[in-house]
């Protein structure tokens, strides 16, 4: 090549790169993906209502960088989820993606979000392998063996001596099932049987009559969150509790959301999970307040503490970077934050870009009238186990 031909190219290149290259007076834009629609549109209720509660309470600026929300419903299917992040990339030019309100909808954009190099925040989707799909995955919400593992210790020296797990049949069911069974077992309970169910608009009549029969002295059940009012219906129909089988699982079938509408049959369960909103604390007391007054008394659930978290881990390291958007700054400097949520402590491991969090153990029970998740104990800075092992 002549000196003419390289001054060329490289002019080409440099032309090429500079729509992508923010300017310091261009907003940074964070594309947040969520099922505002469809059987788990509470999901995206809970989270977009904690992501515009968080840029209320902190400003829309963050190292002098404006900072854009730009709100998709993906309806919680995969295919949409990934059009939709190919577009904020492409066209949007977003610095982050967040949001993934099921493990399929945050495995579907995993990929992009390696090819174009931006993180992606997960607030919701709690399949333990979703951070491994990308280097770029950071995490706020949970995982099912990190709730799950605490109960299955908690259980077999509580008295209860054989269990049957009733679990979604996808990703987080599959974990949960795993961690249930496998440290149960190990600690001298017998599991009797595995049962699961279809994830949407499951009829749990016919599974819940089969438990029955078996006469566990425990039920274990995971259900993504908003579907815990159907089980718990068919629980109280089945008689299950009058047949002597308690009622034990991650705090995903007692979701706040949903909870007090569920009436009294949900009293006595006990559950294991990272948040509650009982959760005495004044950073929680704050956070349900303003949540409540914010949404016409609407009580935040897990999922609402996720997406809160999330925007925080966004503006941390937006923080720690002077508001460079660089997808591997922000990666980088997401995997040092550590910050005090609603929730109790939490960091980011930078090993797995997982969150470290306390797991509680709680029961439900009537507080002034209406049905909380009441913690009773609580297992500190609980890592991941499946990534703990490898
Ligand atoms: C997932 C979804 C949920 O609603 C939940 O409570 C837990 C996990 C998921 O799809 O990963």
């Known amino acids: 090549m002549n ?20 300017r310091a007076e261009d907003a940074v834009k964070i594309g947040l993906i969520l099922p505002m629609t469809g059987p788990f549109a509470s999901t995206g209720r809970q989270v977009e209502a904690a992501a515009r509660l968080f840029m209320a309470q902190n400003g829309d600026t963050v190292a002098g960088r404006k900072i854009e929300l730009i709100l998709k419903d993906d309806g919680g299917v995969a ?16 610095s982050v993606l967040a949001g993934f309100g099921l493990t399929p909808l945050a495995f579907a954009a995993a990929p992009l979000a390696t090819q174009a190099k931006v993180p992606m925040v997960v607030v919701a989707a709690a399949t333990s392998v979703i951070t491994e799909r990308s280097p770029y995955i950071a995490r706020t919400s949970f995982t099912l063996p990190q709730a799950t593992v605490p109960l299955a210790e908690w259980a077999a020296k509580n008295g209860i001596e054989s269990v049957v797990t009733v679990v979604s049949d996808y990703g987080p069911g599959v974990d949960a099932e795993t961690a249930f069974t496998t440290r149960f077992t190990a600690a001298g309970g017998k599991v009797l049987e595995t049962i699961r169910v279809p994830v949407a608009n499951p009829d749990f009549a016919p599974f819940l009559q089969r438990v ?78 303003a949540f409540e007054a914010a949404n016409k008394g609407m009580r935040p659930n897990f999922m609402g503490v996720g997406g809160y978290d999330g925007m ?24 040092q934050a550590k910050w005090t949520s609603p929730r109790g402590p939490v960091a980011i491991d ?31 800075a609980v890592k991941d186990p499946v990534k703990e092992a490898h």
Do not use: C, W
Not at 79 to 94: P, S
Not at 224 to 244: C, D, N, W
Not at 318 to 329: C, F, I, N, S, Y
């Open 312 to 335: 925080r881990l966004i503006y941390e390291a937006l923080k720690a970077t002077g508001g460079d958007p660089d997808g591997d700054k922000l990666i980088e400097a997401m995997k």
């Open 79 to 94: 295919d949409q989820t990934k059009r939709i992040a190919q577009e904020l990339i492409v066209n949007d030019k977003v």
């Open 212 to 289: 029955r029969d078996l006469k566990p002295s425990a039920v274990f059940v995971f259900v993504p969150s908003g579907i815990g009012s159907a089980f718990m219906k068919q629980f109280k129909e089945r008689g299950l509790a009058e047949a002597g089988i308690k009622l034990i699982g991650t705090g995903d079938v007692t979701d706040d959301d949903i909870l007090d509408a569920m009436g009294d049959v949900a009293l006595g369960t006990i559950t294991t999970h990272h948040y509650s909103a009982a959760h005495d604390s004044p950073e929680n007391k704050a956070f349900v307040e």
């Open 3 to 22: 000196r003419r031909t390289v001054l060329v190219a490289s002019l080409l290149a440099g032309a090429a790169a500079l729509p992508t290259t923010l």
């Open 350 to 380: 930078p090993r797995t870009r997982d969150i470290v969090q306390n797991i509680y153990f709680r029961e439900v029970e009537r507080v002034d009238g209406q049905l909380y998740n009441v913690e009773f104990d609580a297992v500190e």
